[in-house]
């Protein structure tokens, strides 16, 4: 894999709540630079994200850098006709994507329609501004087990999400793992898979691919992208 192969499976991300415009500024540039598959920032940010990718003439590239809005960040702990609310007016307001913090104590509980239902609302909401827009649904895998990750997977493909995603990053527990990468491309069917948290370097990224992710969230992203040699 060269670099710019690994760039399109990034989702260069800028999620600290103390982020400020200039970090934001410099996050948008750096994914237009490298290539990667998205700027992944809170809501509040996709306006300004999604006009400077315009105003590089990102829409008529052959690689477009998607913007990306996280939705019911970090908690998950909104009521869901919130996160649906969020998630509409992130659309509106340019995202090209959606990462949702999934309604956690479902999973916890085994209630895998209210997970569901989660889901779907928030899918509903994004996908009627625009259906291309994807949805990835995070299901914060260091505090679940096998058969939990499982019930996340099938509340996500059901709800009509496009992805499954490990982590917030924020999480005590911790973020990605390999074994967690695994157990979601086992049971997440026709989804794809994200992982992020804790992924600052070229030997965790490339482990986390090949376990099965199909895209990663990095704030490392430039870091592991210069450390993966240069075709000669």
């Not at 103390?18 to 809170?42: P, Q, S, W």
């Not at 986390?208 to 199909?214: F, N, P, T, V």
Request: aromatic share 4%; net charge neutral; charged share 20%.
């Amino acid at each position: 894999m060269n670099r710019l192969q690994l760039a399109r499976c990034v989702d260069h991300t800028v999620l600290k709540s103390e982020a400020g415009e200039r970090e934001i500024r410099t996050a948008t540039a750096e994914a237009l630079e490298y290539g990667f598959a998205a700027v992944c920032v809170n809501s509040g940010w996709i306006k300004l994200v999604k006009s400077l990718l315009d105003a590089a003439g990102n829409n008529g590239s052959d690689h477009v850098v998607a913007a990306c809005g996280v939705v019911g960040f970090p908690l998950g702990a909104a009521d869901t006709t919130v996160k649906a609310f969020e998630a509409q007016r992130c659309v509106n307001s340019g995202a090209d994507e959606i990462d949702m913090v999934i309604w956690l104590p479902a999973l916890l509980s085994g209630d895998v329609d209210l997970a569901r239902k989660d889901v779907a609302e928030v899918v509903k909401a994004a996908k009627g501004v625009c259906g291309k827009t994807l949805v990835k649904v995070i299901l914060e895998t260091a505090i679940l087990n096998e058969s939990q990750i499982a019930m996340g997977c099938q509340a996500a493909g059901e709800g009509g999400a496009d992805f499954v995603k490990t982590s917030t990053g924020f999480h005590p527990a911790g973020g990605a793992s390999v074994q967690a990468v695994r157990w979601l491309k086992q049971y997440s069917g026709s989804l794809r898979v994200k992982a992020s948290g804790g992924i600052r370097d070229l030997v965790t990224a490339q482990a986390m691919l090949a376990a099965g992710a199909d895209r990663l969230g990095c704030s490392a992203s430039v870091a592991i992208i210069k450390s993966l040699p240069q075709e000669k």
